[in-house]
């Protein structure tokens, strides 16, 4: 008896195979794909700013001294407002010449400097620190952008609802075609939108001090693309 040649066995194999109805592969099911997009909103929480202490004139050392004692009295209003101490960044002294260019360059003195930075939770007690830095006589108060505390949290959140918005879109689809939906097969998280640091809006100076901050709201975002399989 002849056996047939290996190539003509797998022909065979496979057509043997389809005749009695093997299952579909992945890639033969009917699927949809569709993108989804989910957000949450979100009122940020958490507040920085910086102060500068800055001094301008020819003596160095009693401009350090005036700068030293400007940000002391910062820290000493950080305790008072029981602003924690991880909370709260302060530079080094920053030593710089001050040059004057017309009609001709020549030194005219020095400007001495300080930073501090703050971080502090919930607008009342930012409201509270911008008032009493202003009172400490300190011109230069740059507000330094804004925080969501939970925006991992949040993001989850917009995940679930990226992944609801998609299985909503492909459900529509499925019963235009007049098809069931099935079961996810496959699912890809495109990322996540953070809301990046804002500043924070002053509002009509008739308002108390806490109201005329508005840090305003702002969205978390997720995106997913899903694969799903058609019944």
Request: proline fraction near 5%.
């Amino acid at each position: 008896m002849v056996k047939p040649a290996p190539l003509f066995a797998g022909l065979l194999a496979a057509l043997l195979l389809t005749a009695c109805g093997a299952p579909a592969t992945p890639e033969q099911r009917d699927t949809v794909n569709v993108s989804g997009e989910g957000s949450v909103k979100a009122r940020p929480d958490l507040f920085s700013l910086t102060a500068v202490a800055r001094e301008r004139g020819d003596d160095i050392a009693a401009m350090k001294s005036t700068v030293d004692d400007q940000v002391q009295a910062m820290l000493d209003l950080a305790d008072d407002l029981d602003i924690p101490e991880k909370s709260v960044t302060a530079s080094d002294i920053q030593i710089s010449p001050e040059w004057q260019y017309q009609p001709e360059r020549k030194l005219i003195g020095h400007q001495v400097s300080r930073e501090v930075t703050f971080k502090v939770s919930g607008v009342e007690r930012y409201a509270e620190l911008a008032d009493g830095l202003a009172g400490l006589g300190l011109k230069e108060l740059r507000p330094a952008g804004s925080e969501i505390s939970n925006a991992d949290e949040l993001a989850h959140q917009a995940l679930e609802n990226a992944v609801k918005d998609a299985r909503d879109k492909a459900e529509i689809l499925a019963r235009a075609a007049g098809r069931e939906l099935g079961e996810a097969m496959q699912i890809n998280a495109q990322g996540y939108r953070m809301p990046q640091p804002v500043m924070m809006r002053a509002a009509s100076t008739k308002e108390d001090s806490a109201q005329s901050y508005r840090p305003g709201e702002q969205d978390v975002t997720a995106t997913v693309q899903i694969t799903f399989e058609l019944d």
